[in-house]
């Protein structure tokens, strides 16, 4: 009885969740191109809905979309990536990545302090501009136990940034006189969201476009590393100052989020041709449908009054990371003679 009473909490705010994530897949569908991608779209919607209705029926089911949907969603997207594509990829990206990651989350450490930033929605941000937007956002945020407004926020700082590079990014390429794979690996590199990364490609060519796909799907598979680090870096902190676990043996196994095990486990599965290619596809699909839905459950949960508080100081944050990252990551490809 029990367990049938928590279902029936979940399906209202579950239910109110998943229309706004359809809405938001329409409205994304009208769009004449990609300039903003769902995820965005449904984390908005739900921000304005609590603004003006906020019913507690509906709690229960927001949370469990915010945390447990979200977890699931990135356990699908595993079945997306392929080990051949990272190392085909690989080769070329690597070392840009490398040093745009460095760039994040070094130079954004330094900055999140400069201004007075907590620890965890500097590095949301810096997650965001250096691996992938929204799902590196939405991977890490649940290892730190981030507050709903810091995920909405860094989702925000990112997304205003990607805007302006869709536009620029074409625009500074000609003028460079890059070639498909130069710009491609740049943007694919440089630029944060999926949809905003694709529509930045393919404003340049076809070619550059498909290469920077690829480019992103591989940035996609540093969300493995990244949250373990920061799953130990927050057990630290729990651990400091608190004499009940502070000498207390570090559980290893804990440190290996499950979403995240099963996230690797999809993409070594879908690397060994195990899944075909139309279930790997749906997979996928239903992975960012999931996604946009568990975004829409956090804009119900947060209000402009919470975000209002963060001040100007976060965007500020997101927009020097991704000049930085921008400019580092020409910068190692024309150390590397591919401009």
């Known amino acids: 009885m029990r367990i049938i009473k928590n279902i029936c909490e979940i399906i209202p705010g579950f239910a109110v969740s998943i ?26 919607i739900g921000m304005i809905i609590n603004h003006f209705w906020k019913p507690d029926f509906l709690k ?35 070392m840009v990545m490398i040093f745009t990651l460095l760039t994040c989350f070094g130079g954004g450490y330094f900055i999140g302090k400069a201004l007075k930033l907590n620890w965890k929605l500097s590095n949301l941000i810096s997650a965001g501009t250096g691996i992938c937007g929204g799902s590196a956002i939405a991977a890490i945020a649940p290892v730190i136990d981030a507050e709903d407004s810091d ?18 990014f074409p625009i500074m390429g000609r003028m460079m006189g890059l070639s498909d794979m130069a710009y491609g690996l740049w943007a694919g590199t440089a630029v944060n969201d999926t949809s905003s990364v694709v529509a930045a490609g393919y404003a340049f060519s076809e070619g550059a476009g498909d290469f920077a796909t ?11 590393p990244t949250v373990l680090v920061f799953s130990f870096i927050n057990l630290r902190i729990k651990r400091k100052g608190n004499p ?14 499950w979403f995240i095990v099963g996230f690797l ?16 596809a749906f997979a ?56």
């Open 265 to 280: 486990a999809m993409a070594m599965i879908n690397s060994l041709g195990v899944i075909p290619t139309e279930v790997s």
């Open 60 to 94: 229960s089911g927001i949370k469990f979309t915010s945390k447990k949907v979200l977890k699931f969603a990135i356990v699908l997207l595993g079945a997306s990536l392929s080990v051949k594509v990272i190392l085909s990829v690989g080769k070329l990206s690597l």
């Open 19 to 44: 229309v706004i994530a359809f809405v938001a897949k329409i409205l994304e569908g009208c769009l004449p191109i990609h300039l903003i991608g769902a995820s965005v779209i449904a984390l908005f």
């Open 284 to 339: 996928k699909d239903v992975s960012k449908f999931l996604m946009v839905t568990a975004l829409a459950a956090i804009g119900l949960n947060t209000s402009f009054k919470d975000m209002k508080k963060s001040g100007v100081n976060p965007m500020i944050h997101g927009f020097i990371i991704s000049a930085l990252v921008v400019i580092v990551a020409i910068g190692v490809e024309w150390c590397m003679g591919l401009v």
């Open 151 to 168: 995920i909405a926020y860094a989702i925000s700082a990112t997304f205003l940034f990607d805007m302006a590079m869709i536009v620029l």
């Open 214 to 224: 690829m480019v992103k799907l591989t940035r996609t598979l540093s969300i493995i």
């Open 244 to 257: 009940d676990i502070e000498h207390s043996k570090v559980n290893i196994a804990g440190l290996f989020p």
